[in-house]
Nanobody, 124 residues
Framework: QVQLVESGGGLVQAGGSLRLSCAASGRTLSSYVMGWFRQAPGKEREFVAAISRSGGNTYYADSVKGRFTISRDNAKNTVYLQMTSLKPEDTAVYSC?????????????????WGQGTQVTVSS
């Protein structure tokens, strides 16, 4: 079993940048496909980005494509989400998630382990 802890959230102005980190413990991160999801108040959790075990394949929601970059450092047991050109509509709690399935999925149900989340607030 893996434990996930996110960090790096905060308050930023529109157009700014943030880098989120997701630190894993309990099991080697390289065993997991990883994803980032977000949930805004009153809305369902939505897919943001995902990355394969090796980091060779990445996938993004259309809403963040070209602005966000997911990456991983398996030696450091950490996954990152670099966010640039932030917009007020990016405001949400961002959570990382892990699955042992060798499938890079956009579906919430495909991920078995979740962090507590970190708040990202983008002011206009």
């Amino acid at each position: 079993q893996v434990q996930l802890v996110e960090s790096g959230g905060g308050l930023v102005q529109a157009g700014g940048s943030l880098r989120l980190s997701c630190a894993a413990s309990g099991r080697t991160l390289s065993s997991y496909v990883m994803g980032w999801f977000r949930q805004a108040p009153g809305k369902e959790r939505e897919f943001v980005a995902a990355i394969s075990r090796s980091g060779g394949n990445t996938y993004y929601a259309d809403s963040v494509k070209g602005r966000f970059t997911i990456s991983r450092d398996n030696a450091k047991n950490t996954v990152y989400l670099q966010m640039t050109s932030l917009k007020p509509e990016d405001t949400a709690v961002y959570s990382c998630a892990a699955t042992l399935r060798d499938i890079v999925s956009r579906r919430v149900a495909m991920y078995d382990y979740w962090g507590q989340g970190t708040q990202v607030t983008v002011s206009s």
